[in-house]
């Protein structure tokens, strides 16, 4: 996989899609760290033990994907005093990780560049399906529903060219059709669906559609289908992940600028609210589906950082947790279960 960020993550795309025309961003290694006062103090625990399935009826959890291991930790509810991972799934290569309104997982394997789909709301379920992506390395998905709905794929990089593309799948019978939009001119980052079906996708920008200076692109496509639109309102200096709220509010990383926006009225009457500060550089979040909580995955630091989330208010750094989380993984998926 070419690695998701230019100019951070050189080595994470490294023997997966080979694309001399991107420039990749520099390793993550050596940034990761923290201070006492921010995450507690993990007792040592033998990390073996996580290798299993979720004890049952753990059913409020979240997962954490790290791009250089071999695994997608779960962790238990609120998990405030840091404890380690309850259970985990082998994956490769994974960008983001998404979960469906009834706690179903979908992991977008980036090494296999397959989407496999795992059972929930209980933590680590069984997994249920799987499809192969051939129209690109799968690094982010959205569903309303991942078992018998349309699941849309993002690609970080289309197969053999430079640039993005989102791939329209279903979990009976995989992928079959592509969204592109000529304002993706570099690496496509994330995909989002709102409650209507409309569709966002956000990247580095083609200059000759965005125009020169601009740093970062975001596009949707109505219903899912058609041509793209260009989202004029998108005020990132820095494209990054993307989630709606439950008011149906777009939330958008802004990844080096160490921020999140809100975007009300999308798609047709976009209004930018921002930019809220985070703690560290990173790429994806999540949102809880009581709209309080946002879980944020920080690759500078290689820990999830919590948040109160008031929408259009902000966000208001709450605690952070790091206990099993590998330094050198680089740590940059999160999805929240249900």
């Known amino acids: 996989m070419s690695r998701l960020i230019r100019r951070r993550h050189s080595k994470r795309f490294a023997g997966v899609i080979v694309a001399p025309a991107l420039t990749l961003l520099a390793s993550c290694a050596g940034n990761f760290g923290t201070t006492p006062q921010e995450v507690p103090a993990a007792a040592a625990r033998p990390h073996p033990a996580w290798y299993r399935a979720a004890p049952a009826l753990i059913k409020q959890g979240s997962y954490v994907a790290e791009y250089f291991t071999n695994a997608i930790l779960g962790y238990a509810g609120n998990n405030k005093s840091n404890l380690p991972p309850i259970c985990s799934i082998a994956a490769t290569f994974v960008v983001d990780v998404a979960t469906d309104p009834f706690g179903d997982l979908i992991d977008p394997d980036g090494g296999s560049k397959t989407v496999s789909v795992f059972h929930g709301p209980a933590m680590c379920g069984a997994k249920l399906g799987s499809f192969s992506d051939s129209a690109g390395q ?201």
């Open 138 to 338: 799968p690094s982010d998905a959205a569903t309303h529903n991942a078992r018998t709905g349309t699941i849309y794929v993002a690609n970080i990089q289309a197969a053999g060219k430079p640039y993005g593309n989102v791939s329209v799948c279903t979990l009976a019978h995989g992928c079959g059709r592509v969204l592109s939009s000529s304002a993706i001119g570099g690496q496509l980052f994330a995909v989002a669906e709102d409650s209507n079906g409309n569709v966002y996708a956000s990247g580095y920008p083609n200059p000759s559609v965005s125009g020169p200076g601009s740093g970062a692109s975001l596009v949707y496509w109505k219903n899912g289908t058609g041509k793209a639109a260009v989202v004029s309102a998108y005020r990132n200096s820095t494209p990054g992940g993307l989630d709606v709220d439950a008011r149906g509010n777009l939330i958008a990383f802004d990844t080096f600028g160490r921020a999140v926006w809100v975007y009300t009225g999308c798609p047709a009457h976009c209004a930018a609210h921002g930019p809220f500060a985070l703690k560290g550089e990173s790429v994806f979040g999540k949102v809880n589906a009581k709209n309080t909580m946002l879980q944020v995955a920080d690759f500078e630091y290689g820990q999830v950082d919590v948040y109160q989330y008031n929408g259009t208010s902000g966000v208001r750094y709450l605690y952070s947790y790091n206990d099993g989380i590998t330094p050198s993984g680089d740590v940059e998926g999160i999805a929240l279960s249900p």
